[in-house]
């Protein structure tokens, strides 16, 4: 009898056996080439405010490790980066250490000349272990293909539903939509500079979204499949 690959990798069973090796596969693929970002703010923060000398900057950012996207700002007047980072992730609640883990973390870069100045605007989202192992377990993606291309592409996803306010909120969970056709549950919270960064900032903090698990349709609640779909009957009280 022969299993073709559909078949293959619809096996529950096997998505269970594969989701640690397959996401500690990511994180290892991406330790090595974790963006270098005080050098690529250092190459960014020397932009000019001309269509040419940015579009030049940005091949040029584009051909550098863990830089996953760059592009012009709409108001071409400065670029815009998404760079990928192993960090190990220390989370606090009110000042106490409360566990830590090495995350994935894709930081996004806004650079522009604003007022005469170069500013910098940050903002993150951040992928544990547990949550790459919950999409390779729950969700359909091909389990013969790399799974770090796929998170490069769900970031995209989850900053461009960021931007627009999308976010799903659910008996005080928070949810972003999946590319892979689920949801993406964690919370909103701060993360600290980096002090190798060379930033200087009133708060010394920046925006992220902390993931921490895949759901599935199957995974979720009633109300959250609802709000998932854009049921107009499902209200927020």
């Known amino acids: 009898m022969q299993m073709n690959h559909a078949s293959f990798s619809r096996s529950p069973d096997l998505r269970r056996a594969l989701k640690r090796g397959l996401a500690r596969q990511a ?8 963006a270098d970002l005080p050098a690529l703010l250092r190459t960014a923060a020397a932009l000019r405010p001309n269509r040419k000398g940015l ?3 940005v091949l040029r950012l584009r051909q550098e490790p863990g830089v996953v996207r760059a592009a012009l700002m709409a108001s071409d007047r400065g670029v815009s980066l998404i760079l990928r980072l192993v960090r190990n992730v220390v989370a606090r609640v009110e ?14 870069a806004r650079i522009a000349v604003e007022g005469g100045r170069v500013a910098v605007h940050l903002s993150a989202i951040s992928f544990c272990q547990h949550a790459l192992e919950r999409l390779v377990e729950r969700s359909q993606r091909p389990l013969d293909q790399p799974l770090l291309p796929a998170i490069d592409a769900e970031v995209l996803v ?4 960021w931007d627009k306010d999308m976010l799903i909120e659910d008996s005080g969970d928070q949810y972003y939509r999946a590319a892979a056709g689920g949801v993406w549950a964690g919370s909103h919270d701060q993360m600290a500079l980096e002090t190798d960064w060379g930033l200087t900032a009133a708060e010394p903090t920046l925006p992220i979204f902390s993931v921490r698990t895949f759901l599935s349709e199957a995974e979720m609640r009633p109300t959250l499949w609802l709000r998932w779909n854009d049921d107009p009957t499902c209200r927020v009280m």
């Open 55 to 57: 579009e030049r900057l």
């Open 95 to 108: 000042g106490t250490e409360v566990f830590h883990e090495t995350g994935l973390i894709y930081l996004r």
């Open 158 to 161: 989850l900053l461009r539903d």
């Open 27 to 34: 994180i290892t693929q991406a330790t090595p080439c974790s």
